[in-house]
């Protein structure tokens, strides 16, 4: 239970946020393989080896991103990744871009709550994990919902940019600079156990689960509190 109020609240992304699209990787593969040249169901293949290696480097500690990707796809469908740069530097670009609009949507009652912590006062932050879309496209997602400009633009951290996924407490460290406060003043609301809360409470930061979209049953610490609806995230602060 969280009993003093924050002085801030950093949010993780996608299933906290956002919720992800269904159709991101039907789409990948598509506009990737008009690209590439090469049947669409060849680099669906490919991105599921790719998000594979993903997984594995994040829960390694590394990042494994859209160049990395890029990479792998033109070693399978192309020339060596390194013969051509203009050509890697162009894939990855559309790497970057190739997930968006795949039917990824703002969470119910984020736009809300977000409006209502800035009113009380409350300094708002992302820490986040990126996959295949960096920060650049997720800060773009944050926009085109209105919700970019509650946020403080120093505390906008996301793992391709500092260079650790979480719960490397580099990125939450970042955040709390970015935020100008102390980690123990900062509350982080996020969907997983071994990287959400387990990195914010190493950081001796508040932490709150949201399980409205993902569940997480799976191993770390349990948070503060758990709530269903970013709705309830309010009272989880002891601002009711």
Do not use: Y
């Not at 946020?17 to 669409?40: C, K, M, Q, S, V």
């Not at 859209?66 to 530097?89: K, M, Q, S, T």
């Amino acid at each position: 239970m969280i009993t003093r109020r924050p002085r801030a609240v950093t949010f993780d992304f996608w299933n906290t946020l956002f919720e992800p699209g269904r159709d991101t990787l039907r789409l990948r593969a598509l506009r990737l393989a008009g690209w590439l040249e090469a049947p669409e169901e060849a680099v669906r293949t490919a991105l599921v080896d790719a998000f594979e290696l993903h997984n594995a480097e994040w829960r390694a500690g590394r990042c494994w991103g859209p160049r990395e990707l890029a990479e792998l796809l033109l070693r399978r469908f192309g020339p060596h990744a390194g013969a051509v740069d203009g050509r890697l530097e162009e894939l990855t670009e559309l790497v970057e871009v190739s997930g968006v609009s795949a039917g990824e949507r703002v969470v119910d009652g984020a736009a809300d709550v977000i409006q209502r912590l800035r009113r009380a006062g409350l300094r708002l932050g992302v820490v986040s994990d990126t996959g295949f879309s960096p920060g650049r496209v997720l800060r773009r997602f944050l926009d085109g919902a209105g919700l970019l400009q509650h946020f403080e633009t120093a505390a906008l951290t996301f793992s391709d940019e500092v260079g650790v996924p979480k719960p490397d407490p580099r990125i939450f460290r970042a955040a709390a600079t970015g935020l100008g406060v102390q980690p123990v003043e900062i509350v982080h609301v996020g969907d997983l156990r071994g990287t959400d809360v387990a990195g914010a409470q190493a950081m001796g930061m508040g932490s709150v689960r949201f399980a409205g979209c993902h569940d997480d049953r799976g191993q770390g610490p349990e948070a503060d509190a758990v709530i269903a609806r970013l709705s309830d995230l309010p009272a989880a602060l002891a601002l009711d």
